[in-house]
Structure formats: C-alpha cells, structure tokens
DNA sequence: AATCCACAGGAAGATTAGGATA
DNA sequence: TATCCTAATCTTCCTGTGGATT
C-alpha cells in the first residue's frame, strides 16, 4: 500500500503505456527513440508506467540479444549536473574503485568518463528523469540532450517527468525542441479507475472482506475530488486501515476513511509549518495571535496592516530584522498557497483596500506546532495590545 | 461624481548563499 | 583555494483600485 511500491499491473493506464512503448521501441531495432516528456499531476501514474515500460523494454532487449540500458533518476534528490551525470556514469560501472566520487572531478571529466564508459557499452540508453522540473539549471539537460552527437556508437533517449504543465516555457529553446520531440499528458484518474486501483491493490494487502464494502468507493470518490490524485487515495485506504488496527477493530469502516482523511491533513500541515522558514513562521504566529484578540473583541476580518503590526512586535520581542510590508504581503501570499491560511483582497471602501486573512487550520495546535521552534518558543503565548479603534471623525 | 483610504502587487535593483569554474 | 555565476530573497519605489464617504 505504500507509494513507493510499483504494481505490475497499472489498471486504466494502457493507452499511456502503449503510446510511450510504441516510441520507444524503436531502441529495441537499435535506432535511437524521441526524446519525451511525460506531463501530469501527482497521482497519475506518470513514474510507475514510465518505470513500467522502462522495465519492460530492458527484458525484450533481454531476449533479442540487443543492449538496451534504462536509467531511473529522480531529480527532486538528484538535482546537481554533476549528481545526474555521476549517478548515470556509476550505474555503467561495475567495479566499486572505477567509480566516480561524490566529490572532486570537473563536471566535463563526469561528462567524458560517461561517454566512454557508454561507447564501451554501447547500445541505447534510456534515461527517466523524474520531476525534471526540480533540476538546477538547464545545462544539464542541454548537455544531455546534444549527447547523441559526442557519442560514437552508443545512443541516449531521454524521458523528462514532470507535474508542471508549463515547464518548458523557461527552457533554452535548443533544449526545449529536443527534450519536447514527443509530450505526453497524463490525465487524471476518475472516481471509477480509482475505485479499481484501488481494488487491485486491496486484494493483495488485505484478508477478504476486512473492508466494509463501502471504504473502497468511499477512498475513490475523496481522492477524485482532489484532482484524481491515486497516491492520495492509497494513502487513504492505507491509514484507515492503521487506525482500525490500532483500535483493534476487526473491519476497516467508513468511519476509520474518515479519521483518516482527518489525520492525513493534520500530517500535511504539521509537516509544512515546522519545515517554515522562521519569517514565514512569525507571519503565520501573527494571524493566529490576531485572530485570537480579535477574537475577544468580537471584531473580524484580520488586515494585512494588523498582521504586519503584530510580527513587527514579534521581531523586536525576539530580536529579528524586520522585513518590509511589501515582503509580508508576498509571505502571506505563500501561505495562502500553501493553505494553511486564506487570504483574499476585499474592498473596505473609504477605509481602503486589504486582504481579510484568516487561518484555515487549527489555531492552538499549529501554535504547538511552532512553538517547537526555539526562537519562537518564547513568543508563541504572548497576546498584542489592541491598538486604539480608528475614531472616524 | 469626486475623493481618498490602505493597501495590492509590478518593476528593478541590492544582497546573499551555494554551486560552478578556473 | 579564489572568484565567478546563478537563483533566491528582500528592499525601494511605484502605479493602480473598489467602493464608502463626501
């Protein structure tokens, strides 16, 4: 159930895997397939059928006796030229004192031991490049891409991966023509396909009939409504099912499907606070305290003057600089992505136009939360004075 | 209809951290 | 190891604006 696990079997995905297969066997022939980037938003399967095909294709190689080579890279870890291309030489070399060093070599000495090592092999090489759009740098690519013309024998195809539709509006052109030979988009899966993945999956991990019939459809139709996602809906399924067993209960209910929804969005908010840059942080301690006075005065609709107030207190209680109005209005704006706040442009006529923020989670626990950090720690329980109300004369 | 508040949010430049390169 | 580059962060300066009030 976990989302590193590749089914052998990916449900509702064969167009996608056909069409990405009839490209690349081309390499099986020994030509040298398009480049191609794969587009689609998370959950949809991209790196399982790539990872799918790539498999595939290396075990038909297999058997006719031609040398085809797949290489998996996910760049969100990978993300330096000279990480890529070390991980793509090293995956060549055998021989543990032949490899290339995390550290110490030029980049363009990665770059021909590569090649060589490649020639010597020879055959095609497909490279996955996972989350491509998290790369530092377009050299890499670049580099990668003009590859097939430095090389003797040996022939590269590279596949990008990506969740962000409009990756290749910021490549170099000469990059974006070669990588983009072929694109792909990935769509979302719907209530239906989800509810088979599902299904698949469960048979494996679960005894018949611990799943009341309604939690499949139940974990398909929440994950449908947010964006297709199938990871989410795993995930769903999967800590029900924990939390059934922690209450030692012998089916998996609705009410597990719940909970667990509940518990997966407190992880995700959790997770996104404590890993805040600390300014961030303030910004999002300032809404919280605001919203608690606010509170008791019974007046709402916090202003981005009033938060900034607050955090400009807070800085100088703790002894931080002090960022601009203009940078807090952009960090608000982050965090409203983010969703951990709700920030939206309201008009208040004579009396100006603000955002009205309010915080979209659970105020005393985020502020647990935040109070993990040291440098806040000592702020988190402090209440601001309300200001003097504007006397309208 | 005109005014004017309290910001929103764009443009451009300064500063800085960390990686690339010599 | 020194310095050059790049990307991210932050500031300064700015123009624009919805609508209650005048």
Redesign the pocket.
């Known amino acids: 159930m976990r989302p590193a696990y590749t089914p052998e079997i990916l449900p509702h995905r064969e167009r996608e895997i056909n069409s990405l297969a009839s490209v690349l066997v081309s390499a099986l022939r020994g030509q040298t397939p398009s480049n191609i980037l794969i587009y689609g938003k998370t959950g949809t399967g991209k790196t399982a059928v790539a990872k799918y095909v790539g498999k595939e294709l290396q075990r038909k190689g297999d058997e006719l006796k031609k040398r085809v080579h797949f290489i998996y890279i996910n760049c969100e870890v990978v993300d ?3 990480r890529v291309l070390q991980n793509i030489a090293n995956s060549f070399i055998r021989d543990w004192s032949e490899r290339v060093p995390f550290t110490g070599w ?3 000495e990665v770059y021909s031991k590569l090649k060589a090592e490649m020639d010597k092999e020879d055959g095609v090489t497909i490279i996955i490049l996972d989350e491509v759009d998290k790369l ?4 890499v690519l670049y580099n990668l891409s003009r590859m097939n013309g430095d090389l003797q024998k040996a022939r590269v195809s590279i596949i990008g991966i990506s969740n962000d539709l409009k990756f290749t509006e910021f490549l170099d052109p000469r990059v974006k023509s070669s990588l983009g030979e072929e694109a792909m988009v990935f769509p979302p899966y719907d209530a239906v396909q989800l509810q088979d993945i599902l299904r698949q999956r469960a048979a494996m991990a679960f005894k018949d009939a611990v799943l009341d019939e309604s939690v499949i459809p139940m974990c398909a139709g929440l994950a449908a409504q947010e964006h297709g996602d199938a990871r989410r809906a795993l995930d769903l399924l999967r800590v029900a099912a924990e939390l059934a067993e922690r209450e030692r209960s012998k089916k998996v209910a609705d009410r597990h499907v719940r909970l667990a929804q509940a518990k997966i969005e407190v992880d995700r908010v959790t997770e996104v606070v404590r890993t805040l ?1 600390t ?1 961030s942080k303030l910004v999002l301690l300032s809404t919280i305290l605001g919203e608690e006075t606010n509170k008791d005065v019974n007046q709402s609709g916090l ?4 938060v ?1 107030e607050i955090y400009a207190e807070l800085c100088r209680k703790i002894g931080l ?7 807090i ?5 982050e965090l409203d992505m983010l969703g951990i706040i709700s ?1 939206r ?1 309201i ?9 009205e923020i309010a915080l979209s989670v659970n105020g005393p626990s985020t502020k647990e939360v935040l109070a993990e950090d040291e440098l806040l720690h000592e702020v988190v329980h402090w209440k601001p004075v309300r200001r003097q109300q ?1 006397k ?1 004369v």
């Not at 600089?321 to 940078?327: A, G």
């Not at 008009?347 to 955002?355: C, E, F, L, P």
């Open positions: 330096t030229q000279y030029p980049t363009d530092s740098g377009d050299d840059p300014q202003t981005t003057g009033e900034f600089d002090i960022l601009t109005q203009r940078r209005t952009d960090l608000i704006s920030a442009v008009s208040k006529g004579r009396y100006g136009r603000t955002r504007q309208i």
